[in-house]
C-alpha cells in the first residue's frame, strides 16, 4: 500500500538535469516527503527530505506544489554515478511511530 | 565514521537451521529497524525498535524475531528459515523516530535452500 506513485524508469543526459517527479496525492498534512536512492542492491541513500518548503542540499533539490499532492527531485548536473533507483517516500504515522512505505521507485539511468 | 554494519554480508543456509545477521551502528540512534527486498516489492520493514528493550512488528514479520539489549545492536533472528525468506536484508538507523534522515547497512544476501 505504498502511498506515492513516480514513474518506472527515466532516462537523463549526462550533465544535464535530471528531474524525477513523485505523486502523493493522499498526503497528510503532518506527513514528510523522503527521496532515497539504492545504487545496485547497495543499502539505499537519503538525498533530501521536506514538509512544504522547497529544500535544497548538495546532493539536490526538492520541490513540492503548494496542495503538496506532488513534489519533484531535482539532480542539477547529473552523473553517470547517479545512475541508481529513486524512491520517494512518504513517511507514516502509525500509532505514534514513523515508518517509510516504500514503492518500487524510478530507475534513472544516465546516458554518457 | 558514522555508520551501520551489518554481518554477514552473504549467507546460504538449510531450511531450519537458526541464524542470526547482526546490525550495529556507531552513531547512538535511537530508532533501529530491518527490510527486506524483494524483487517487484520494493523494501518492507519486518520489525523495528523505539529504543532499548521496545520492539515492534513492522508489515512483514512471521518467521523473524529481534531483540534489542543494547542501542547500538539489533540482530535479526531466523530461527527455522524457509525458502521464503531468501532475500536482501537491510538494517537501518535513524536519530529518532521523527523526521530524520535514516542510514542503511550495506546489506545482506540470504539464501536458504
Known amino acids: 500500500d505504498a502511498k506515492t506513485t513516480q514513474p518506472p524508469s527515466m532516462d537523463c543526459a549526462e550533465g544535464r538535469a535530471a528531474n524525477l517527479p513523485c505523486n502523493h496525492s493522499?498526503?497528510?498534512?503532518?506527513?514528510?516527503v523522503y527521496w532515497y536512492r539504492q545504487i545496485h542492491s547497495q543499502g539505499p541513500q537519503y538525498i533530501i527530505h521536506?514538509?512544504?518548503n522547497n529544500e535544497t542540499n548538495e546532493m539536490a533539490s526538492l520541490i513540492i506544489t503548494e496542495d503538496r499532492k506532488s513534489s519533484t527531485l531535482i539532480l542539477p548536473h547529473a552523473t553517470l554515478r547517479d545512475t541508481a533507483v529513486y524512491y520517494c517516500?512518504?513517511?507514516?504515522?502509525?500509532?505514534?511511530?514513523?515508518?517509510?512505505?516504500f514503492g518500487t521507485g524510478t530507475r534513472l539511468k544516465v546516458l554518457a | 565514521e558514522a555508520q551501520v554494519t551489518q554481518n554477514p554480508r552473504y549467507l546460504i543456509t538449510v531450511t531450519g537451521k537458526k541464524l542470526t545477521v547482526t546490525c550495529s551502528q556507531n552513531?547512538?540512534?535511537?530508532?533501529m529497524s530491518w527490510y527486506r527486498q524483494d524483487p517487484g516489492l520494493g523494501l518492507r520493514q519486518i520489525y523495528y525498535?523505539?529504543?532499548?528493550?521496545?520492539?515492534d512488528k513492522g508489515d512483514v514479520p512471521e518467521g523473524y524475531k529481534v531483540s534489542r539489549k543494547e542501542k547500538r545492536n539489533f540482530p535479526l533472528i531466523l530461527e527455522s528459515p524457509s525458502p521464503n525468506q531468501t532475500s536482501l536484508y537491510f538494517c537501518?538507523?535513524?536519530?529518532?523516530?521523527?523526521?530524520?534522515?535514516?542510514?542503511f547497512g550495506q546489506g545482506t544476501r540470504l539464501t536458504v535452500v
Open positions: 537501518a538507523s535513524r536519530r529518532d523516530r521523527e523526521h530524520t534522515e535514516a542510514f
Open positions: 493522499t498526503i497528510s498534512g503532518n506527513e514528510y
Open positions: 521536506g514538509l512544504k
Open positions: 517516500i512518504v513517511s507514516r504515522t502509525t500509532s505514534g511511530t514513523y515508518k517509510y512505505i
Open positions: 552513531m547512538n540512534h535511537e530508532y
Open positions: 525498535s523505539m529504543n532499548v528493550e521496545v520492539t
